[in-house]
């Protein structure tokens, strides 16, 4: 089984690559980038690691996909927030806990807009997620949760950067949720959202991500 970390570790080497060959080939804003086949030679990598790469690239701004022509090297640096994320990350961050305090931290607010409103906490798909959670044959993924989650607060801004630092956070989260304590914490989670119990919901968020960190740290 892979471990998370070094994922996480070769996810950031494959970036800092790519910003290296664009240096290196002058590539400018609006030039044509590689394909990914020629890039996955080039890197020595899967196409799927160097897709992954892109697209976490793409949802910053730094690349842009044209139907039917490529991909495209953007100027990212029009847009003043983005400009800001774009640095850190290809700088690779010195610290995972900054990234995924950062993430949490829109998480948390994710569960606290979802429960705090009475429409959001009512919509089916909380009662769907139990269901599968509940079913031997399923495949639920983590990811699936808090995806949801964001989803539900039609923050799309949130869920973009969500979807970049998740990448970053040097635990897996596209694995099953499979384990009996964490289907009776995720459940626990999802009746405290119903219940529109903000309080209780983020304590079995925190609990959640303890289970969820503790793979990082190589802890229970």
């Known amino acids: 089984m892979q471990n998370p970390q070094s994922s996480s570790k070769r996810f950031l080497d494959i970036i ?16 044509k980038l590689p394909s990914e086949r020629h890039l996955a030679e080039k890197l020595q990598v899967s196409r799927t690691a160097v897709r992954e790469a892109l697209r976490s690239m793409e949802l910053l701004g730094l690349i842009e996909t ?31 806990q900054d990234v995924v305090d950062t993430r949490m931290i829109h998480e948390r607010a ?24 509940r079913e031997e044959e399923s495949v639920f993924l983590r990811e699936d949760i ?27 989260f596209d694995v099953a949720i499979a384990t009996d304590e964490e289907i009776v914490t995720v459940h626990e989670l999802l009746d405290e959202i119903m219940a529109g119990n903000t309080e209780k919901a983020l304590t079995w968020y925190e609990k959640w991500m303890h289970q969820v960190e ?3 740290r190589g802890t229970n």
């Open 16 to 31: 800092g690559e790519l910003q290296l060959l664009i240096s290196e080939q002058k590539i400018e804003y609006g030039d």
């Open 66 to 96: 044209r139907r039917g022509e490529g991909t495209f090297l953007s100027d990212f640096k029009k847009h003043q927030l983005v400009e800001v994320l774009s640095t850190f990350i290809m700088q690779q961050a010195r610290s995972i």
């Open 110 to 133: 994710a569960i606290t807009t979802v429960t705090e409103n009475e429409e959001l906490r009512m919509l089916p798909v909380w009662k769907g997620m139990q269901s599968k959670l």
């Open 146 to 172: 808090v995806r949801e989650t964001i989803v539900a607060t039609e923050n799309r801004l949130s869920l973009k950067i969500w979807f970049l630092l998740k990448q970053y956070s040097g635990v897996s």
């Open 214 to 216: 503790g793979e990082r």
